[in-house]
C-alpha cells in the first residue's frame, strides 16, 4: 500500500510538472500583449516598452517560467496587471467561496445519489427503480442554473428561507456562510447526483449479477445483506471515479451559478481575469485547478486501493 | 433414511418447462452424481435444493432435507438452512469469492451469519476450515485476498466456505470443470475425504462422465429435465438401459479412425522460439521485468500430419499459437511456413497467412452477432489477392457449407439460429473457405457437449480424408487429443517436455510431467468386460 501510495505520488509531480510547462507554453502562444492592453491602444511605444519591463515581460521565456514556479513555491503568484493586487491574494479570497461550495454540493450529491442508486438497483424493474430512474432522467436533462432559479423563487422569494444572492462572508458565522452556500449548493448537487446515482445503479446492478453475489446466497446471507456485504463496496469504483470527476467540474465549472447567486467564486475570476488580458491571473487559477485535479486523482487512486486489495499489490 | 429425496420435481420459468417430474435421493455419506449434457436441467436441480430458482421459477413436487420440505419454507427459512445445512460449491472458482475481502474473513462470514459463533471463535474456526481443504496456516493466513490465489486454492476456499458449518449436505456443481487435471484430481479427493469425515451426502452436478464413474456411489443421467436412467454405479456402468446413457458414455470415449499421413516432407517448422512478455516496471524507472511464457520451443509439423499439443492452462500453449499464427512477433528463433516467415517487419506476412486458418473454443463468442453466416465464413477471403466474387463467392460458400455437414441456405441465417455445435461446424466452414495448408484448432471442441464433440471430431476425420487437412490440435483434453492427432507435444512452463508420436506417449510416457498428467485425467471404466463385484460367482455345490 506505502508502496502504491509513493508510486502514485510520484506520478502526481510529473503531472504536474508537465502541466505547468504546457499552461506556460499555451499563455505565452495566446495572442494579446498584456502591456499594450492594459495602456490602450493610443499608448506610445516607449511607455509600453517600460510597462513590459516593469511587469518582467522583457526576460527571457525560460527565466519567466522560472520565476513563475519558483514564485509559486513561495506563495508568491505574482501581481495582478489589472488590478495591481497579488494574485495569491485574490485567488486565497475566491478559494473560500468556491472550495467550502464545492465540498458542499459534493456531500449532497453523493448524499442523495449512494441511497438513490442503491436503492433503485435492488429493486431492479419495479416502480421504485422506475422512479428513481426517472428522476435522474430529468436531473440530467435540466441544466442546473435552471433549478438554481427555481430554488430561488421558491425558498429566497416565497419562502424567505435563504437570500437570493452574495456570500456574506465567514466573518458573520460559519452556519450563515454554509446558509447563503446552500442555495448554489443544491443547483450544483442535483445534476451531478443525478448522474451519480445512475452510475451507482448500473455498477451495482453489474455487481450483482457476479458470481460471488451467488456463492453469498448459498451461505445464507439474506438478498439484502449480501447487497451490502458483497455489493456496494465492488460497485464503488466507477462510482469514485466518477466523484473524482465532478469535484474538479464543481470547483472551477461553476461559474453560472456563480452568476445566478452573485458569488464571488473562482469561476467568474478565471471569466474576469481571460476578458481584460490578466495572463498571469489566468496562468495561477489554471495551474490551481490542474493542481487541484491531479490532487484528487491522486486521492481517488487511493481510495481505489482502499477499496479493491487487487490494486494494493499491484507493482 | 434418506438425507435428500427430491419427488417428482417439476420446474417451469415463464411457462417453458425446465424440469419434469425429476425424482432422486442422496443418502448420508453418499456421493450422487448428476450427469448430462447441457440444456438437461442438472444445474436447475441444484439451485432448486438451495431454493436460488431465478424469481418467474415456479416449481412443484416435493424435496425433502432431513424430514422438512424445502419447497414449503419462506424465504428467511431457506436462508437459515442455506450454509448451515446445505453447503454448495460452484464450477467458476475465479469469480465465486469476493475479490474485495480476505479468505478468513469469507470463510468466517458462513458462520457469522448464521450466528453459531461469537467471531474470535468463528475466525478460529475459518483457520481450522481452511486447514482441513489443504490451506494451511503458514502459506495462507486467513488476511490472504482471493486474487493472490490459483483457481484450485479458490475452490479449495470455497469448499471451506461451505463446509465450515459441516453441513449435512454439499452440492457441488460442475466444481472441477474450470480446473486443470491434475488440479482437478486433488479436489475430487478432498471431496471424497470430506464426504468420508464427515458423513456429508454429496450431490455432485457434473458432465464428465469419467469423473462420475471414478467418484460416485449412484447415478442420475438426465436429459431434457428428465431423469432417464439412475442406479448405483457399478450396476449402472455394467447395465445400461436407456440408449441415451449408452449414447453418453459411447460419445465420451469416442474413437475416430484417421487416414495414414503422407510422407513426412515439413511444412510448419518452429525453431528455438522464445516469447517474452513484459512484466510491468517495478519502480517508476525501474526495469521492467520480463516473462519468458514460451521458452526455446522447435518442432516442425509435416504436410498430412495432425499434431496435438497439450498442457495445463499457463503453460504457454495460446501464447505459442498466438505466435504460429503471426499475431505477435517473437523475441527469437523463427516460425516459418512452407519455408517463408509468418512474422515480417512489424506484421504477419499475409503471403503467408492466408494459408493458415485457425478454430477457437468459443463457439459463441467467435462471431459477430450482426453478420450473416455467408460473410462470417467469407471472411478469410479478405487475405487472397483476388477473392472471389458473385457466384464463384457463393459457389465457394455453399461448397464449405456443404463441406461441414451444413446445408447451403444456412448462409442466409444469423449465428444466434444455430446451436454451439453447428456453430463450431461454421467456425470449421469459415476456416476451409480458403482452402488452407494448416489449421489450428485452439480448445476447438473443449465447450461442446460429448455428443456433440462426437459428432465434430467425426467431421474432423472426414475432412481428413476429403482434403488432406494439416492441423495443430491444441487442447487440455488428453482422450481428444488421443484420437485426433498423430503426433504429440506435451507443453509444461513454457517449454516442450516431450514428443513423440501420439499412441507411444500415452501408452508408455517418459516425462514426468506427462505422467503425471495422464495419471491424473479421470478415465472412463471399460465398458466392454461387467466388473466383477456385480456378478458374483456363485458357488456350485
Known amino acids: ?315 | 433414511m434418506s438425507l435428500l429425496d427430491i419427488e417428482n420435481l417439476c420446474l417451469s420459468i415463464h411457462r417453458l418447462d425446465i424440469l419434469h417430474n425429476v425424482s432422486l435421493s442422496v443418502a448420508p455419506g453418499e456421493i450422487v452424481a448428476v450427469t448430462g449434457e447441457s440444456g438437461s436441467g442438472k444445474s436447475m436441480t441444484a439451485l432448486a435444493v438451495m431454493g436460488l430458482l431465478p424469481g418467474s421459477a415456479k416449481a412443484t413436487g416435493r424435496i425433502v432435507l432431513d424430514g422438512s420440505d424445502l419447497l414449503d419454507m419462506s424465504e428467511t427459512d431457506m436462508c437459515a438452512i442455506r450454509g448451515q445445512r446445505v453447503g454448495m460449491v460452484f464450477q467458476e472458482p475465479m469469480t465465486a469469492l469476493n475479490p474485495v475481502k480476505t479468505i478468513g474473513d469469507q470463510v468466517a462470514e458462513t458462520i457469522l451469519v448464521h450466528d453459531a459463533l461469537p467471531r474470535d471463535q468463528a475466525m478460529q474456526r475459518a483457520r481450522e476450515v481452511l486447514d482441513r481443504v489443504g490451506l494451511p496456516a503458514a502459506r495462507f493466513p486467513l488476511s490472504r485476498y482471493p486474487h493472490e490465489l490459483s483457481g484450485g486454492q479458490r475452490q479449495r476456499v470455497v469448499i471451506a466456505m461451505a463446509i465450515a458449518l459441516r453441513p449435512k449436505l454439499l452440492i457441488a456443481d460442475e466444481p472441477t470443470t474450470a480446473l486443470d487435471v491434475t488440479t482437478q484430481a486433488q479436489i475430487l479427493d478432498l471431496l471424497k475425504g470430506l464426504v468420508a469425515d464427515f458423513g456429508m451426502g454429496l450431490l455432485m452436478i457434473t458432465h464428465d462422465l469419467a469423473v462420475v464413474s471414478d467418484m460416485a456411489d449412484r447415478i442420475v443421467v438426465m436429459r431434457h429435465g428428465v431423469v432417464v436412467e439412475q442406479g448405483a454405479t457399478q450396476h449402472l456402468l455394467a447395465h445400461m438401459t436407456h440408449p441415451y446413457t449408452r449414447m453418453l458414455f459411447q460419445a465420451s470415449n469416442h474413437q475416430v479412425t484417421l487416414p495414414e499421413p503422407p510422407a513426412p516432407t515439413p511444412l510448419l517448422q518452429v525453431q528455438n522460439v522464445c516469447r517474452d512478455y513484459r512484466l510491468p516496471r517495478s519502480g517508476l524507472f525501474g526495469e521492467a521485468g520480463r516473462y519468458r511464457a514460451v521458452n526455446d520451443v522447435s518442432f516442425t509439423l509435416n504436410r498430412g500430419e495432425r499434431l496435438g499439443l497439450v498442457g495445463e492452462s499457463g503453460c504457454g500453449k495460446s501464447t505459442l499459437t498466438r505466435a504460429i499464427l503471426g499475431l505477435e512477433d517473437v523475441q527469437s528463433g523463427r516460425i516459418l511456413l512452407d519455408g517463408a516467415p509468418v512474422f515480417t517487419g512489424n506484421r504477419p506476412n499475409l503471403a503467408v497467412r492466408r494459408k493458415m486458418q485457425v478454430v477457437f473454443q468459443d463457439p459463441f463468442g467467435s462471431f459477430n452477432p450482426r453478420h450473416r453466416v455467408d460473410r462470417l465464413i467469407a471472411e478469410p477471403f479478405h487475405l487472397l489477392a483476388s477473392p472471389p466474387t458473385g457466384t464463384a463467392r457463393q459457389d465457394a460458400i455453399a461448397e464449405a457449407l456443404t463441406a461441414v455437414g451444413l446445408r447451403p441456405d444456412d448462409a442466409g441465417k444469423y449465428i444466434h439460429e444455430f446451436s454451439g455445435g453447428q456453430r463450431q461446424r461454421i467456425a470449421i466452414a469459415r476456416a476451409l473457405i480458403i482452402r488452407p495448408e494448416l489449421i489450428l484448432f485452439d480448445e476447438a471442441v473443449s465447450a461442446l457437449d460429448v455428443s456433440v464433440r462426437a459428432q465434430i471430431l467425426d467431421l474432423m476425420a472426414d475432412l481428413c480424408a476429403t482434403y488432406d487437412l494439416t492441423y495443430l490440435f491444441i487442447s487440455h483434453d488428453l482422450s481428444v487429443v488421443r484420437t485426433v492427432t498423430d503426433r504429440v507435444l506435451v507443453m509444461q512452463s513454457g517449454k516442450i517436455v516431450e514428443t513423440g508420436q501420439t499412441e507411444d506417449v500415452f501408452t508408455a510416457p517418459r516425462h514426468p510431467y506427462t505422467q503425471a498428467l495422464i495419471a491424473a485425467a479421470p478415465r472412463l471404466p471399460d465398458l466392454g468386460a461387467a466388473p466383477e463385484s456385480d456378478h458374483p460367482a456363485r458357488p456350485i455345490g
Open chain 1, 1 to 315: 500500500m506505502l508502496r502504491y501510495s509513493l508510486k502514485r505520488l510520484m506520478s502526481l509531480l510529473i503531472s504536474l510538472a508537465v502541466a505547468s510547462v504546457v499552461i506556460f507554453v499555451v499563455i505565452e502562444i495566446a495572442p494579446g500583449d498584456p502591456a499594450s492592453f492594459m495602456l490602450g491602444i493610443n499608448a506610445q511605444p516607449e511607455t509600453v516598452a517600460a510597462l513590459r519591463t516593469e511587469l518582467g515581460l522583457d526576460v527571457p521565456k525560460w527565466q519567466r517560467y522560472l520565476d513563475w514556479i519558483g514564485g509559486m513555491f513561495r506563495g508568491d503568484f505574482g501581481t495582478s496587471y489589472t488590478y495591481r493586487t497579488p494574485v495569491a491574494e485574490m485567488i486565497a479570497d475566491r478559494l473560500w467561496v468556491s472550495l467550502p461550495l464545492a465540498l458542499f454540493a459534493l456531500a449532497l450529491s453523493t448524499l442523495i445519489a449512494f441511497p438513490a442508486g442503491i436503492y433503485a438497483a435492488s429493486r431492479r424493474g419495479q416502480p421504485g427503480d422506475v422512479a428513481v430512474m426517472g428522476a435522474t432522467q430529468l436531473g440530467v436533462a435540466v441544466p442546473n442554473f435552471w433549478f438554481a432559479m427555481m430554488l430561488v423563487l421558491i425558498f429566497a422569494i416565497n419562502l424567505r428561507w435563504f437570500s437570493a444572492g452574495g456570500f456574506v462572508g465567514w466573518e458573520a458565522g460559519f452556519w450563515a456562510g454554509m446558509r447563503s452556500l446552500t442555495l448554489p449548493a443544491v443547483s450544483l448537487a442535483l445534476p451531478q447526483a443525478a448522474i451519480l446515482a445512475r452510475v451507482m445503479r448500473s455498477s451495482l446492478l453489474d455487481i450483482l449479477g457476479e458470481d460471488f453475489m451467488r456463492t453469498a446466497r448459498a451461505k445464507g446471507l439474506s438478498r439484502r445483506q449480501a447487497l451490502w456485504r458483497h455489493g456496494v463496496r465492488n460497485a464503488l469504483i466507477p462510482v469514485l471515479t466518477i466523484i473524482g470527476l465532478q469535484f474538479s467540474f464543481l470547483l472551477a465549472g461553476s461559474i453560472i451559478i456563480e452568476q445566478v447567486f452573485y458569488l464571488p467564486g473562482l469561476g467568474r475570476l478565471v471569466f474576469q481575469s481571460i476578458s481584460s488580458r490578466d495572463l498571469i491571473v489566468v496562468e495561477s487559477v489554471v495551474m490551481l485547478l490542474v493542481f487541484s485535479v491531479i490532487l484528487v486523482n491522486f486521492l481517488v487512486d487511493l481510495a481505489y486501493a482502499l477499496v479493491d486489495p487487487r490494486l494494493r499489490t499491484r507493482t
